[in-house]
C-alpha cells in the first residue's frame, strides 16, 4: 500500500517503526487506526550529514540559518516535502496526544482547521508519525499556566530535528465527567492526564476521591464509556463528555479560572523566515548549553539585552546525560553540579538582523546552540 493510501479503517496511535525503515501495522488497533507498508521517502536534503547527526551535535549556526532563510529572490513556497519525487502526494493530517475529544485535538483544529486529526497515544507516538511520514503536522503542548512546562515534550524536541513552525494556545475548561445517572456521591474514583488531576487538585481533594492517571483525558472518558463504570469520573472536555456519551456532573472544575495551554505545531521542514511584507509578529525558539563557570549565564542573556530582544520564556533542564560538570566555586575550591540545557523563546524573525547578530553571539560562547523554530507568534486567544 503505498504511503498516500494509508488505511483510515482503524484509530491512529499505535505507530511502530521497523529495523529497516518502514512502518509496519501495529499488533493493538482500535477504531480509527492509521498504518502504512510502504518504504518511507526519500528525506529532502538538509544540509546536515548523517554523521553530524549520529554523533548528536546540532548543525552549526550557519546551516541553522541558511535552511530557516529563502535564498535571493526566492519566495516563500511549497515545503521540501511538496517538492519530492513525481508521484507523492503529501498527506494533510496533523498528529497529537490523546483520543478524539482531547484538548490536543482541539489545538490542532484551531492551528488546521482544515486537516484531518491523527490521534496518537503517546507524545513519542505523534513525534514518530511526523518523522516517519505518517503525517505532515503535529501539535503537543508545551507548558500550562497552572501545571507549568510539559518536560516530556522539551525532552523529545532534543531527540527529533524536527521544527516548530507555529504555536496555539487553548483555554481549557475541565468537566467532572461520568455516565448518565450517575450523581457525584456515586463517585469513588476520578480518571484523567496527570497535568488536568493537577489543575483540579483542589476540587477533587474536596469530593474525597482516589485519583487516578492515565495517558489523556478524552481517554479517561472513553474508557469509562466502554468499561460501564458507574463510580469512576473523568476530568476531561465537554466534547470528551458528547463523543463518548457521559453526562457533565459539574463544569469549569479547575482550580483557577485563567487556565491556559499552550502548544507547538511541528514540521520536518523550517518555516521559512518572513518576507518583508509579512507583518506578523514572530517568535524564535532556541536550545543552548553554557560552559561552568560564574555569570555565564548573564553573559547569555545579555546577548539579547544589548539588541533590545524581548525574551518570553527561560525554562532550564537537566542534561540526560553528562549531567554532572566540574565547577569552581568563589573560594576556588572544586565541587559538582548539574550540567543544564536552556530553553529561550524570544520575539523576533530569522530574518531580522538584530537577530542573526544575537545568534551568532551566542554561538561564541556556547557549545552547544540549536534554532528549534522561528514561526508566527498566537494573538489570538
Known sequence: MALGMVSHSHTAGFVRPRSDGRMQRASKLGPGAV???????????????SSTLQAGRSPSLATQLRFAMPSKGEEAGPSSVQQLATGFRPLSRVAYQGAPGAYSEMAALKALPNWEPMPCE????????LSQWLAERAVLPVENSLGGSIHDVYDLLLRYRLH??????????????ALPGVSKTDIKRVMSHPQALAQTDGYTRKLGVVREAVDD???????????????????????AGELYGLSVLEDGIQDQCDNVTRFIVLSRDPQVAAQPN???????????????????????LSVFALRDIDLTKIESRPMRENPLVLSMDYDDSSMRTFNYMFYIDFVGSLAEPKVQNALRHMEEISPFLRILGSYPRDVDL
Open 35 to 49: 498504518w502504512a507498508t510502504a518504504s518511507t521517502p526519500p528525506k529532502p536534503s538538509t544540509g546536515v550529514s
Open 122 to 129: 503517546q507524545f513519542e507516538v505523534a513525534f514518530q508519525a
Open 217 to 239: 483525558t478524552a481517554g479517561a472518558a472513553k474508557l469509562i464509556s466502554e468499561k460501564g463504570w458507574r463510580d469512576v469520573a473523568a476530568v476531561a472536555s465537554r466534547r
Open 164 to 177: 516548530i513552525v507555529g504555536e496555539v494556545s487553548i483555554v481549557v475548561n475541565h468537566c467532572l465527567l
Open 278 to 300: 509579512d507583518t506578523r509578529p514572530y517568535k524564535t525558539s532556541i536550545v543552548f548549553t553554557l560552559h561552568a563557570g560564574p555569570g555565564m549565564l548573564f553573559k547569555a
